[in-house]
């Protein structure tokens, strides 16, 4: 009896209903029974579990031209057409509705192919001949007849539109193009005929059009605009281009000012807010941003009234930055005051590495001239060197409002490094995907951190959460037959820990949580712990100069995943940096990595040339990198794949601190 219960239970198996085959079923009793309303819904309910089905998406769409529902069904056609190209009379269908709901121009596509779809039958071929001839004549005489019109009459905009969506629809983009264009010019509040212009349209000129649209006060067409335009941000050039377009756009030469102000373009930004303050004196953004840039290059009698204006503004932290500059200008109209001989004692001090007497004088000079933002940024760096970091990023947040788009900058950098170490709660994100030739194989390491600084106590809890994976599972040596081998932990660890603070490029930390493999599912305790140092010389990516560099770094983890072992990481990096464009480093590695278990894989030196970079409008915190590396293993017992590999490693890294 055992074989026929074998044979029941497989004949059981092969007899489980389908993703969403119940609700279909009912469907069609519906229909049927000519509950139309009922049946359209559980359609929508069956396709949601059985999305590539033609044949019911085809039902569903001559259901919805039952109840009037003429879009709907045009549309469920045309995902049917879709999903199987070779139904002709779908396909003639969807075309017949297109033409019915004004998309002319995909009617004619789809006519055209059918005309000459080897698939078809005649009668289809026949059908889809006579309907494309229907169509282009009555195009070719609504745009005879439109042209004449704009013969006689070369302002009248509904011609110009007309004609112009009539030459879409015949698939004659140039003329399209050019009418769009010319109603636009006629009525320029219409920014929907940007969008249609760039429709037809192809290459840079339309991109243009799309960034004039975009930046409006018409929020549908300008988002209409942003979705088509796509994630990359505007060249410089593409903005002057959309401004040669439409020189009044405010919105988007205010755009133009701030984008050339963070490509440290003062002189050019000026130029713009110059522009739009003209053509609107009630822009207090910009006439503030004009006053900061006029002040900044001594220009104050022109630029006290912009920010004195400027005060009015509706934006709190507009009017806050304006009174801070305002109120750290000595007479506003009279001349800074500047105690050169205390600044000029203070540098050397500083120079010289005496920071207490630096800072004394740095202090006497800025009671001098509270508007010296040079000064609040040397007090700022002198305070940080003598370790009174709280005092260093008050000067820092000072310093970075200043109209000197330099001394801003090296400001809000500073202040920006400093503040996670001082905040109370801070959380911290990395991720590192690289491939590698040796594995023939993607791998991502990640990990995110909130850390809790509890007054001045030395340690500091955590919560962690890491990932580590492959694109591949697991992955046999190409050299051997030997036995799979598992590329990495594919897990993602969640604990909890405490660290100490960094002392000298030192750091312990110990941590307890639970791993979770996210393709096995497995769950096993994992405790982890180390004590991690780094150090560097030289010039460093993102600093003010070129020049050789040398940094290490080391680390002592256990982890208790790996039968209790205790690894250690050697990794020296010695090289060239070059800060100007294109930030890069051309280096050395020299890397150790060893293990008290003896595995091989945790065991082995390796040495070769990289390079990493970043371009110089790219975040600070997003690098590049190539590196090429001989290696060799030091212990041999258990390795299927040889001593000596060679590895070419490309990937990035990208952090940042909130």
């Known amino acids: 009896m055992r074989w026929m219960a074998t044979i029941l239970a497989v004949c059981a198996g092969a007899q489980t209903p389908q993703p969403g085959e119940s609700e279909l079923n009912q469907a069609y009793a519906e229909l049927r029974a000519k509950r139309y309303d009922q049946a359209i819904a559980l359609f929508r309910k069956g396709l949601a579990l059985r999305p590539g089905s033609a044949a019911v998406r085809k039902d569903l769409a001559y259901t919805l031209l039952k109840t009037g529902e003429t879009e709907a069904a045009r549309d469920q056609f045309g995902d049917a057409m879709r999903l199987d190209p070779g139904d002709i009379h779908v396909a003639l269908e969807y075309a017949f509705l297109c033409h019915e709901t004004r998309r002319t121009a995909e009617a004619?596509?789809?006519?055209?192919?059918?005309?000459?779809?080897?698939?078809?039958?005649?009668?289809?071929?026949?059908?889809?001949?006579?309907?494309?001839?229907?169509?282009?004549?009555?195009?070719?005489?609504?745009?005879a007849r439109w042209q004449g019109v704009v013969a006689q009459s070369p302002d009248n905009f509904s011609a110009h539109e007309e004609l112009a969506r009539l030459a879409e629809q015949r698939g004659e983009n140039g003329l399209a193009a050019k009418h769009?264009?010319?109603?636009?010019?006629?009525?320029?509040?219409?920014r929907s005929l940007l969008i249609d212009f760039a429709r037809v349209e192809q290459g840079e000129s339309a991109r243009v059009a799309l960034l004039a649209a975009s930046r409006s006060a018409d929020s549908r067409s300008a988002e209409t605009a942003l979705d088509l335009l796509g994630d990359r941000y505007p060249y410089v050039s593409e903005f002057r281009a959309a401004l040669a377009l439409e020189p009044r756009n405010l919105l988007l030469r205010r755009e133009l000012g701030f984008?050339?102000?963070?490509?440290?373009?003062?002189?050019?930004?000026?130029t713009e807010f110059h522009t739009v303050?003209?053509?609107?004196?009630?822009?207090?953004?910009a006439g503030a941003q004009l006053g900061f840039l006029r002040l900044a290059r001594g220009d104050r009698e022109s630029a006290i009234p912009l920010l004195e204006r400027a005060l009015g503004s509706p934006d709190e932290a507009l009017r806050g930055r304006v009174r801070e500059v305002l109120g750290a200008v000595p007479g506003k109209h009279g001349a800074p005051k500047r105690n050169s001989a205390a600044r000029t004692m203070a540098d050397k001090s500083y120079a010289a590495g005496f920071l207490n007497d630096a800072l004394r004088q740095y202090a006497a000079a800025y009671e001098d001239?509270?508007?010296?933002?040079?000064?609040?940024?040397?007090?700022?760096?002198?305070?940080?060197?003598?370790?009174?970091?709280?005092?260093?990023l008050g000067w820092f947040d000072k310093a970075r409002?200043?109209?000197?788009?330099?001394?801003?900058?090296?400001?809000?950098?500073?202040?920006r490094n400093l503040r996670p170490a001082l905040a109370r709660v801070r959380t911290s994100t990395w991720m590192m995907p690289f491939y590698s030739s040796r594995w023939r194989n993607g791998f991502s390491y990640g990990q995110v951190k909130t850390e809790f600084r509890i007054g001045k106590l030395p340690l500091r809890p955590y919560l962690s959460s890491r990932f580590t994976g492959d694109t591949l599972r697991r992955r046999r040596f190409p050299q051997s037959g030997a036995q799979p081998?598992?590329?990495?932990?594919?897990?993602?660890?969640?604990?909890?820990?405490?660290?100490?603070?960094?002392?000298?490029?030192l750091v312990g930390w110990a941590e307890a949580g639970r791993s979770l493999g996210y393709?096995?599912?497995?769950?096993?305790?994992?405790?982890?712990?180390?004590?991690?140092?780094?150090?560097?010389?030289?010039?460093?990516?993102?600093?003010?100069?070129?020049?050789?560099?040398?940094?290490?770094?080391?680390?002592?983890?256990?982890?208790?995943?790996?039968?209790?072992?205790?690894?250690?990481?050697?990794?020296?990096?010695?090289?060239?940096?070059?800060?100007?464009?294109?930030?890069?480093?051309?280096?050395?590695n020299a890397n150790w990595t060893g293990s008290t278990r003896r595995e091989y894989w945790a065991n082995y030196v390796e040495t070769g040339p990289g390079f990493r970079f970043r371009t110089a409008n790219m975040p600070q915190n997003l690098l590049f990198s190539v590196d090429y590396l001989a290696g060799f293993h030091t212990q041999t017992a258990g390795n299927p794949g040889g001593r000596r590999y060679f590895d070419l490693r490309a990937g990035l890294w990208y952090a940042f601190t909130h």
Do not use: C
């Open 180 to 190: 769009y264009r010319r109603a636009w010019s006629l009525r320029p509040g219409k």
């Open 401 to 415: 409002r200043s109209p000197d788009q330099r001394i801003a900058e090296d400001a809000a950098r500073a202040f």
């Open 259 to 270: 984008l050339l102000l963070a490509l440290n373009n003062p002189a050019a930004a000026e």
């Open 108 to 143: 004619r596509s789809v006519f055209a192919r059918v005309r000459s779809a080897a698939k078809a039958d005649a009668k289809a071929r026949e059908t889809a001949e006579r309907a494309l001839g229907s169509i282009d004549g009555e195009l070719t005489e609504g745009i």
């Open 277 to 285: 303050v003209e053509l609107d004196p009630g822009d207090l953004t």
């Open 369 to 392: 001239d509270p508007a010296d933002f040079e000064v609040m940024l040397r007090m700022g760096w002198t305070l940080n060197m003598l370790k009174r970091d709280g005092e260093a």
């Open 485 to 505: 081998q598992f590329l990495s932990e594919n897990a993602v660890v969640l604990g909890g820990g405490i660290a100490t603070n960094y002392w000298k490029g």
């Open 519 to 588: 393709l096995d599912g497995k769950t096993l305790p994992d405790y982890r712990g180390g004590i991690a140092f780094g150090k560097g010389f030289g010039r460093f990516l993102g600093g003010e100069s070129n020049g050789a560099f040398f940094s290490t770094n080391a680390d002592l983890v256990y982890v208790s995943r790996f039968d209790n072992a205790v690894l250690l990481y050697s990794q020296n990096r010695a090289g060239y940096t070059v800060n100007r464009g294109l930030r890069l480093q051309v280096y050395w």
